[in-house]
């Protein structure tokens, strides 16, 4: 089967294509290398990929229609997991109308080639940051969602709306996958654990937003990756079901755990929490255990142990 990712050279798009060639799939990525970060790493991340014959790399961009148009009609891919996305909360305040352009026109671009081409299923990466600051926790499918904060909670709610309609309208058969804080080797520079991490490294002083008592679900990538291919082997019509790791973090504590994998004391500028930031994430899981049987298998201190490692390498 071939499989179209989007998104696939960041974090967990790389790794999803390097699983899926894994299972014998074909993977048509699609991905435009912006500089959000540096582009190096991206093609650092698909390195091994690249050298396998089941893999074809499109340098495209998703507001480019024409051109996934093109994708879509010689490649012929059967599933769509869509993870192109302009990613975190602090630059989606800064330029709102790009998260908007990339998170939700892009998104429809997917969805409507998906529909004009007959894909079976179209897989939405989505986020915890869509739950907002809800007072309902841990959060859940069913909450209302009406706390999102940040440009880029709203854009990723709003591609959800999306997909959820081209379902309604389209049929096409849709999951939206929420994912909770996804760390790991290869993660995203911009984040806590590769922050967190150089800093303690190089000695110098990691800036803790609050006075670290905030808290996030972090959920390690191969347990997303696990997740996802899950997803691809069920005939599901439309679901909405959070991957998380249902053990909200402090951020202290995350500092602790880093500074005990890496045997060294972290120097600490405490600031004001960020516009945008929510105080907790902790995601409800049982719907993911009871319609995919999946469940995060990677204990919080194992995969610190695995993620500082990768940073520590460079
Ligand atoms: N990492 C997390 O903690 C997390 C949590 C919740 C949801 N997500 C979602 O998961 C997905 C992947 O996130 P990630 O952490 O791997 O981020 P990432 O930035 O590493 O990966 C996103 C990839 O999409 C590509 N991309 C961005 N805009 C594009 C465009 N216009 N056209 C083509 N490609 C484009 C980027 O070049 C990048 O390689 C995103 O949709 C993100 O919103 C991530």
Known sequence: MKILVTG??????????DRLLEEGFDVVGVDDFNDYYDPKIKEQN????????QFKLCRKDVLDFTSLEEIFKKEKPAKVVHLA???GVRASIENPLLYAKVNVAGTVHLLKLSVDFGIKQFIFGSSSSIYGNTKR?????DDICDSVIS?????KRSAEFFVESFWKNYHLKSIILRFFTVYGPRGRPDMAPALFTKAILNKEELTQFGNGSSSRDYTYVDDIVNGIIKTLEQDLDFEIINLGN???IALRDLIKAIEKVMGKKAKINEVPMQQGDVEKTWANINKAKYILGW??????VDGMK???EYFCQF
Request: proline share 7%.
């Open 8 to 17: 696939c050279a960041g974090f967990i798009g790389s790794h999803l294509t």
């Open 46 to 53: 698909l390195q091994s990929a690249k050298k396998n014959r």
């Open 85 to 87: 996305a302009r990613a």
């Open 137 to 141: 926790i841990p959060f859940s499918e």
């Open 151 to 155: 440009p880029y909670g709203a854009s």
């Open 246 to 248: 249902n053990n909200s």
């Open 295 to 300: 469940q995060p298998g990677v204990k919080f």
């Open 306 to 308: 695995k993620t500082s």
